[in-house]
């Protein structure tokens, strides 16, 4: 059971939009910045959300991050093909003392 | 560039011992925390604990305090992860990630991830 808590999956249209949502708590999510990983097929999770809502460079502006409370979402713009992968989130958690994920949310773009 | 390399994929009997490792490079190694995070086959990720190789100073996941070792050698730019009795149930792919800089973040740079297989 993960301490954050995401949706395990979620599907959209190429071209639409889809939100992946993320839940938490005062000890984690309330308190600290959310991160967002990419995981394709096969391959390590790559960043692509720190600090509730900052893009690394070479992540498209499709991508984007928002937090309000003691939850998290990732929105993605004008699905593509290749955004088809697991999307976690994470944050560090005062209680445990490390950083925490969620269960993971695959996206099917169909 | 910020990179972290991990070592081969090992296989090993339930009994066994291993040690794997994470070398990091392009950023000061002693200056962040390193992560060990379990990936079961299709399953989430899991946080094992974290080091700050600058000191040593280690604190592991409840789940796996006492199941795995965690250490660095700030020396050689690398850290650690290692078993002393393997079960079939570690098989699974163990990624070292560095975090992010600032007190109480998460995950910035991913190792490519080390396969474990645990089998008799």
């Known amino acids: 059971q993960s301490v954050l808590t995401q949706p395990p999956s979620a599907s959209e249209t190429p071209g639409q939009s889809v939100t992946i949502s993320c839940s938490g708590s005062?000890?984690?999510?309330?308190?600290?910045?959310v991160y967002w990983y990419q995981q394709l097929p096969g391959t390590a999770p790559k960043l692509l959300i720190y600090?509730?809502?900052q893009r690394p460079s070479g992540v498209p502006d499709r991508f984007s991050g928002s937090k309000s409370g003691t939850s998290a979402s990732l929105a993605i713009g004008g699905l593509r093909s290749e955004d088809e992968a697991d999307y976690y989130c994470?944050?560090?958690?005062?209680?445990?003392?490390?950083?925490?994920f969620g269960g993971g949310t695959k996206l099917t773009v169909l | 560039e910020v990179q972290l390399v991990q070592s081969g994929a090992e296989v090993k009997k339930p009994g066994e011992s291993l040690k794997i490792s994470c070398k990091g490079s392009?950023?000061?190694?002693?200056?962040?925390?390193i992560a060990w995070v379990r990936q079961m086959p299709g399953k989430g990720l899991e946080c094992l604990g974290i080091?700050?190789?600058?000191?040593?100073?280690?604190r592991y996941s409840p789940s796996f305090e006492g199941q795995v070792t965690i250490s660095a050698d700030k020396s050689i730019n690398t850290a650690y992860l290692q078993w002393s009795g393997l079960k079939a149930s570690d098989s699974a792919i163990y990624y070292c990630?560095?975090?992010?800089?600032?007190?109480?973040?998460?995950?910035?740079?991913w190792g490519q991830g080390t396969l474990v297989t645990v089998s008799s």
């Open positions: 080091i700050y190789p600058g000191d040593s100073d280690t």
């Open positions: 994470a944050t560090w958690d005062d209680s445990l003392g490390g950083p925490v």
């Open positions: 005062s000890s984690n999510i309330g308190r600290n910045n």
């Open positions: 990630a560095r975090l992010a800089s600032g007190s109480r973040q998460a995950i910035d740079y």
């Open positions: 392009g950023y000061t190694f002693s200056l962040s925390w």
């Open positions: 600090k509730n809502n």
